[in-house]
Antibody, heavy 117, light 108 residues
């Protein structure tokens, strides 16, 4: 059974940083692209970033380009999102998701990021 | 990026009703469309992909159709557990996959 456990969210001031993590199990992690998708409170879904199975190819939404960095450690079946220079509009529930390969077939429960002073 | 417009944004229906939700892309997406269901407090759940292929374990009352820029999700006979928010997602523009704004399906 595929399991994705998101963590690392919290309250941070504008301009601050957070690092999200996603622990994966139940599938050959290195064979699959992975994504981070966010959902502001009461709003819709936005693809934030995607990384290929090998980690050598990445994508970022324009809204986070230059501020967020996606990475993975295939030896530990772990996905990360380093978020710097956070803004109020980054406040959202962040989901890690397993891609197949261009849509997401499994999702974590999400980790809440709140950017506020 | 390809823009996705869902309609309606909300919908009231009764158990047993047939319901259709539409998604229109700003350009042709060659059947590269997924549908998700999201219930409050839960992550999205994949229902269909490639516009019409049912994900394993999803009830057959869910179906998808369409081509070019216009796609539909149909629920043939609403069940109580189907009241949720539904999202379409195009992945033709991969890696820049984009979601529709969602359709909230409520009990009448």
């Amino acid at each position: 059974e595929v399991q994705l456990l998101d963590s690392g969210g919290g309250l941070v001031q504008p301009g601050g940083s957070l690092r999200l993590s996603c622990a994966a199990s139940g599938f050959p992690f290195g064979n699959y692209a992975m994504s981070w998708v966010r959902q502001p409170p009461g709003k819709g879904l936005e693809l934030v970033s995607t990384i290929s199975g090998s980690g050598d190819s990445t994508y970022y939404a324009d809204s986070v380009k230059g501020r967020f960095t996606i990475s993975r450690d295939n030896s530990k079946s772990a996905l990360f999102l380093q978020m710097n220079n956070l803004r109020a509009e980054d406040t959202a529930l962040y989901y890690c998701a397993k891609d197949r390969p261009a849509f997401s077939d499994s999702w974590g429960q999400g980790t809440l990021v709140t950017v506020s002073s | 990026d390809i823009q996705m417009t869902q309609s309606p944004s909300s919908l009231s229906a009764s158990v047993g009703d047939r319901v259709t939700i539409t998604c229109r892309a700003s350009q042709g997406i060659n059947y590269s469309l997924a549908w998700y269901q999201q219930k409050p407090g839960e992550p999205p759940k994949l229902l269909l992909y490639a516009a019409s292929i049912l994900e394993s374990g999803v009830p057959s009352r869910f179906s998808g159709s369409g081509s070019g820029t216009d796609y539909t999700l149909t629920i043939s006979s609403l069940q109580p557990e189907d009241f949720a928010t539904y999202y379409c997602q195009q992945y033709y523009g991969t890696p820049a996959a984009t979601f529709g704004q969602g359709t909230k399906l409520e009990i009448k």
